[in-house]
């Protein structure tokens, strides 16, 4: 067995758990934790110094569409529909080789700021998904879906909807084999798929079992145009349709109405809270402590970065608490640990029901390191109120996923980080000069 130690470190196994002056270590072969307890005695070469370290799950973006890195800052600060119109015609210029391009320099800032797996919406292929695997990343992928006969992204894929739906089954058997890559079916929205559409895709998944991420009671304006059309909020809509019996991922739900707590709350059900986008696009506040008490499985997502600006999971933590507490006018009414496990067992429930987000002995060696010794840690007292208040991903020194380190003293392995950069500025422009041109 190839085992490597880490210690002596602070470990956070879990939200609201700590242990002081501990070893970690996992096996390489298995991708699993080995050992969790006090230091064991002097490390071996290959093993890494823990000291002024802390060590975590890693974190898990349960919403985001990745390779819209080339819209960060594009159309900030005008009304929701101008945005909404803007960033659209941006995707309609996407070409395949920006999608990737977009891609890569989202797996990078991810990876170094220490989130471990996404669950995502966009355009995918074989050609996407390999690139995530390469660079040892988790992912749950939903080709995006706009209607039977839309197609989503012209000029990068020329595919419609009804042969999308096809193709994540057939992208779901090509990458069976690696235990990184999940797919579900990519219902984009009800004000834009039919209901036949989303009751054939709650029959596919009834009957292949691959999963299926939406998008559901975004805004009010959404919750009321469902109400006048169907006479129904969007969660109950799709739950009369049979897509809430299975495994269905909701992204947002700012917006829920009579009846939908319980219906987001059924076995399968998983929803991702994304406060700062929701913030950012005045979507609205999602009511997170009823979720919580109605045992509303939550994750917590970034969304893209057209509405974010960053993909640093830390930053939804921090202000996935203190909005609640804001609006509710009561420090009390959510702690940073809640947060912090909606962004690790929580958003591992998501992505792969198999994970479980924290660290224990024969769980997978998901792990992030992070430096304490900087000034915003210090005094360390509290490492759990480090985590959710003062820790950025810039503090992220190391992580490894089922094993492998993939990124090692803040340098992330397989991604070339000034070739990425360098690659979106070039396209990002390509793209602004056409619109302008429009």
Not at 67 to 92: I, K, Q
Not at 375 to 395: C, E, I, M, R
């Amino acid at each position: 067995m190839s085992e490597i130690r880490i210690a002596p470190l602070t470990v956070v196994p879990s939200a609201g758990q700590v242990m002081r002056n501990a070893e970690l270590a996992f096996c390489t072969a298995s991708g699993r934790i080995t050992y969790l307890g006090p230091p064991r005695g002097p490390l071996g070469p290959n093993d890494v110094d823990g000291d002024g370290r802390l060590a975590m799950p890693g974190l898990i973006n349960a919403h985001t569409h990745s390779a819209m890195t080339l819209l960060r800052g594009h159309s900030d600060d005008v009304p929701l529909h101008t945005w909404l119109t803007h960033v659209r015609a941006f995707e309609l210029r996407l070409t395949a080789a920006d999608v990737l391009a977009g891609l890569r320099l989202a797996l990078a800032e991810m990876l170094r700021s220490g989130t471990v797996g996404f669950v995502d919406m966009f355009q995918w292929d074989s050609t996407l998904l390999g690139a995530v695997s390469e660079a040892g990343m988790r992912v749950s992928a939903a080709p995006a879906v706009f209607g039977y006969d839309a197609v989503a992204f012209p000029m990068a894929d020329a595919t419609p909807g009804a042969a999308m739906l096809d193709r994540t089954a057939a992208l779901a058997a090509e990458f069976a084999g690696d235990p990184l890559v999940g797919l579900a079916y990519g219902l984009h929205a009800p004000y834009t798929c039919p209901p036949d559409m989303i009751a054939d895709v709650a029959r596919r998944s009834a009957v292949d079992g691959i999963g299926v991420h939406i998008h559901l009671s975004e805004t009010q304006f959404e919750v009321q145009e469902s109400l006048r059309r169907f006479g129904s909020s969007p969660i109950r809509q799709v739950a009369d349709l049979g897509l809430l019996d299975g495994r269905v991922h909701v992204a947002h739900a700012v917006h829920p109405r009579e009846g939908d707590i319980e219906l987001l709350a059924r076995p399968g059900v998983t929803v991702a809270h994304n406060p700062v986008s929701n913030l950012k696009l005045g979507a609205g506040i999602a009511p997170v402590p009823a979720y919580i008490a109605g045992g509303v499985q939550l994750g917590l997502g970034t969304d893209s970065v057209a509405s974010n600006n960053t993909l640093d999971m830390f930053e939804e933590i921090k202000n996935g608490a203190l909005v609640q507490r804001g609006y509710a006018a009561d420090p009390a009414v959510i702690a940073g640990s809640d947060l912090f496990r909606m962004a690790t067992a929580g958003g591992a429930a998501a992505i792969d029901p198999t994970l479980s987000g924290v660290l224990a002995v024969g769980e997978a060696a998901d792990i992030v390191l992070l430096d304490v010794t900087g000034t915003t840690a210090t005094p360390f007292g509290d490492p759990g109120s480090f985590l959710a208040y003062a820790a950025h991903g810039t503090d992220v020194t190391d992580v490894f996923i089922a094993g492998r380190g993939v990124v090692r003293n803040r340098v992330v392995l397989a991604i070339d980080e000034a070739a990425a950069r360098a690659e979106v500025t070039e396209r990002a422009a390509r793209i602004v000069s056409e619109l302008v041109e429009a």
